[in-house]
């Protein structure tokens, strides 16, 4: 369980709290507190971008990293939108939208773990990009002119949360039927 792969994935977990504490200092207002904030998101977001590549490319994927890893994933982003949602700065609806969608695909893939693992897709990998980027646009304490930028992006990544979702029940779906038994993993 000790690997690098599993350590990136804890310490995201750990900026979380480090993260939303970052966010809310001064009812969110500090400027200084903002970018502290987004550069504490940028770093979780790169320890996502790494952790399944390194696992893949030394061997090291275990039952463990395939099960925070999502978790981490779903911890950053929706403390981040629920706090921005608390803000005021961002839309309820965007917040729910994306965080059912993300525990949904989180289920899935419990739902179907027996019968092998779902890999993030590329699109899925994509989505999470747009979402962190759209994100650290909400975070960083733009100036108005920047906003239709951060409305956009944060729209592109909607926009391929639903689509990737989408996406994900069906390899879920095709997944369950085919009634495969999966290589445990250590």
Same mark, same amino acid.
């Given at each position: 369980?000790?690997?690098?792969?599993? +350590?990136?994935?804890?310490?995201?977990?750990?900026?979380?709290?480090?993260?939303?504490? /970052?966010?809310?200092?001064?009812?969110? #207002?500090? &400027?200084?507190?903002?970018?502290?904030?987004?550069?504490?998101?940028?770093?979780?977001? +790169?320890?996502? $971008?790494?952790?399944?590549?390194?696992?893949? $490319?030394?061997?090291?994927?275990?039952?463990? *990293?395939?099960?925070?890893? @999502?978790?981490?994933?779903?911890?950053?982003? *929706?403390?981040?939108?629920?706090?921005?949602?608390?803000?005021?700065?961002?839309?309820?609806?965007?917040?729910?939208?994306?965080?059912?969608?993300?525990?949904?695909? #989180?289920?899935?893939?419990?739902?179907?773990?027996?019968?092998?693992?779902? @890999? /993030?897709?590329? *699109?899925?990998?994509?989505?999470?990009?747009?979402?962190?980027?759209?994100?650290? +646009?909400?975070?960083? @304490?733009? &100036?108005? &002119?920047?906003?239709? +930028?951060?409305? #956009?992006?944060?729209?592109?990544?909607? /926009?391929? #949360?639903?689509?990737? *979702?989408?996406?994900?029940?069906?390899?879920?779906?095709?997944?369950?039927?085919?009634? $495969?038994?999966?290589?445990?993993? &250590?």
């Amino acid at each position: 369980m000790w690997n690098l792969a599993n +350590l990136l994935t804890m310490s995201r977990l750990v900026l979380v709290p480090v993260f939303v504490v /970052a966010l809310f200092i001064r009812d969110g #207002t500090d &400027p200084g507190w903002r970018v502290t904030a987004a550069v504490i998101l940028g770093v979780a977001s +790169l320890t996502d $971008r790494f952790d399944g590549d390194l696992a893949r $490319r030394r061997g090291q994927v275990t039952k463990f *990293g395939t099960i925070a890893d @999502p978790i981490a994933d779903k911890a950053l982003i *929706g403390s981040a939108l629920v706090g921005l949602s608390l803000l005021g700065e961002l839309t309820w609806w965007v917040t729910v939208l994306i965080a059912v969608r993300e525990l949904a695909v #989180t289920g899935l893939r419990l739902w179907v773990l027996r019968y092998g693992v779902i @890999p /993030a897709s590329r *699109g899925g990998k994509v989505k999470a990009f747009a979402q962190a980027v759209a994100i650290g +646009l909400y975070v960083l @304490p733009l &100036p108005l &002119p920047a906003y239709p +930028l951060r409305w #956009t992006v944060m729209g592109i990544a909607v /926009a391929l #949360t639903v689509v990737t *979702g989408v996406d994900y029940v069906v390899r879920a779906l095709r997944l369950r039927a085919s009634g $495969r038994r999966a290589v445990a993993l &250590p």
